[in-house]
């Protein structure tokens, strides 16, 4: 099993970023994929996830109407894009899977499969 995250970097407040995350390894078409953030001194948070169902897709409060998660089940591919960026954003994001995620269940961190992360600093 694989997740691999990339598209982090700098960016100034405001801008924008798109994080991509492939997996190998599992059925990716029956998992939920969630994105996480473990800021500096701070414990890792919740981001958003989306349902295997494709269609039922939360986001934590701070990113709502900014973040926006889609997946590709083709490419076995999920995304995060992240707009109007706040440097209260900067972190690592990790992207995660779970095969046996039920909907209730997206926010919280026990996910099967987690990928490395990448950096995203938000700054001027």
């Known amino acids: 099993v694989q997740l691999q995250a990339s598209g982090g970097g700098l960016v100034q407040p405001g801008g924008s970023l798109r994080l991509s995350c492939a997996a190998s390894g599992f059925t990716f078409r029956n998992s939920a994929l969630g994105w996480f953030r473990r800021a500096p001194g701070q414990e890792r948070e919740f981001v958003g996830a989306i349902h295997r169902n494709g269609v039922t897709i939360t986001y934590a409060e701070s990113v709502k109407g900014r973040f926006t998660i889609s997946r590709d089940n083709a490419k076995n591919m999920v995304y995060l894009q992240m707009n109007d960026l706040k440097v209260e954003d900067t972190g690592v994001y990790y992207c995660?899977?779970?095969?046996?995620?039920?909907?209730?269940?997206?926010?919280?961190?026990?996910?099967?499969?987690w990928g490395q992360g990448t950096q995203v600093t938000v700054s001027s």
């Open positions: 995660a899977a779970g095969p046996g995620k039920i909907v209730s269940s997206l926010t919280t961190d026990d996910y099967d499969y």
